[in-house]
């Protein structure tokens, strides 16, 4: 193994915070992370959200999201039995301060739907990009280099769950980012850590204890668009067939 | 006059060649960032730079490790899966400098409507009020401890 100077240097006291764990015999706890142990995702529960937009506050609060603009945003879905393809959706604001109050309907459902990016595995927004600024992490993340991207847009149009938009100051595409600086620390992401009803769940599908796989195995659970065989990683639980 | 033989002609134009592609060369060692490629046709040091962006909310642990009595509270009640900060704000600032970083009071006619304001959108097991009618006008925390909400017997608190 070759080393520099610098990267010694550099390598030394990572190696120093991570000895305790390796000397108690759990060396997967020590912070120092490594891309190629995880593979992100996450888990949106459809039967458990309230819409109270605790989670579009938080990811505004965490990545300074300009007003108006939204990495991730809810939609309340009204769906009639009489139409079932093409329900009422509306999401003000994002959901940001929650919805209007729904009276009872008889011959429908509301529910809410958090939508995301879905950091797909087969990305078509990161296929597109001209310039290689925008690319999916050795651990399952889709991000933007912001500092080579041009803002031509093709991403924007190219994602099929418009989970992207161009920055108004910096004219650059931004997005989600799954809180990778949260997420890289041992943190969950802002959304997570703020949704009262634990309707949003990280997920680390590389992770063999997360509580996913028994989770995927005994709920019916789906992701958006399946048919564009994108490889989303976000799974909706109780995803009712007129959600687009 | 000078014969040429047909062979020169083409070594003018491998010499050409070789200029044009050792300038290209040349251009992309200077303007191809150091990581461009690591992991794949992306700057890989981008990666590390999105790492590095600071955090505002510290999260539940950090919470728990100074207020362990309220946290206690909050685990032995109804509210035991609501993270501080999703009612307190985000609060890393808090959390690296408790001393002279503290969290904003809050509104709990705004907070708890939030939430718990009837609507049938909601999921039927969620406990939701039509708050004008449920409080009579009275500010929930009269009968509710946001921590642990359930109403208990009186100085239970």
Redesign the interface.
């Known amino acids: 193994m070759n080393l520099s100077r610098r990267q010694f240097l550099v390598l030394v006291p990572a190696t120093a915070v991570a000895w305790q764990y390796v000397l108690a015999g759990t060396p997967r706890d020590a912070p120092n ?1 490594q ?1 190629a142990d995880h593979w992100w995702g996450m888990l949106l529960d459809i ?8 989670c579009v506050r ?1 990811c505004q ?2 990545n300074d999201v300009p007003d108006g603009y939204f990495r991730t945003w809810v939609e ?1 879905y009204l769906r009639t039995d009489w139409n079932l393809t093409t329900p009422e959706v509306i999401s003000p604001d994002g959901g940001k301060e ?2 209007p ?5 008889k011959d429908g459902m ?3 739907v958090p939508k995301m990016c879905n950091h797909c595995a087969d990305s078509p927004c990161t296929q597109v990009c001209p310039v ?7 651990d399952g993340v889709v ?1 933007i ?1 912001q ?2 991207c041009l803002g031509c847009a093709y991403c924007v149009q190219a994602c099929p769950y418009g989970c992207r938009y161009i920055h108004p100051t910096r004219h650059v595409a931004d997005k989600c ?1 799954l809180c ?3 997420i ?2 041992g ?2 992401t ?1 959304c997570c ?6 309707a949003r769940q990280l997920v680390d599908l590389k992770n063999p204890n997360d509580p996913i796989h028994a989770f995927l195995k005994t709920h019916d659970v789906h992701v958006l668009k399946p048919e564009m065989a994108t490889g989303a990683k976000a799974f909706y639980n109780g995803l009712d067939g007129s959600v687009r | 006059m000078k014969n040429f033989r047909d062979s020169e002609h083409l070594l003018r134009f491998a010499f050409l060649f070789a200029m044009v592609l050792a300038l290209f060369l040349i251009v992309r060692h200077f303007v191809v960032p150091k990581s ?1 490629g690591e ?5 890989g040091a ?2 590390g ?9 510290a ?2 642990s950090a919470c728990a490790t100074c207020h362990t009595d309220i946290a206690a509270t909050k685990q032995a009640g109804m ?1 035991a ?3 501080c ?2 009612c307190h ?2 609060l890393a600032k808090h959390a690296a400098d408790p001393a002279s970083v503290q969290p904003p009071k809050l509104d709990t006619a705004v907070l708890c409507v ?2 718990h ?7 039927k097991n ?1 406990p939701q009020v039509a708050a004008a009618e449920h409080s009579g006008g009275l500010v929930c925390e009269t009968c509710h401890h946001p921590h642990s909400p359930a109403i208990q017997s009186e100085g239970a608190k």
């Open positions: 992370y891309l039967t458990k959200c309230i819409g109270c937009g605790n938080a609060a965490e309340r929650g919805f109050t729904a009276e009872e309907v509301y529910f809410f290689g600024a925008t690319f999916i992490t050795p991000l280099d500092t080579y980012t990778y600086h949260r890289t620390k943190l969950t802002a850590e703020n949704c009262p009803t634990g | 461009f992991y794949g046709h992306y700057r981008a990666i730079e999105t790492a590095a962006r600071p955090i505002h909310f999260g539940q509210h899966g609501v993270h900060e999703a704000g985000p939030r939430c304001a009837a609507s049938a959108a909601k999921p969620f």
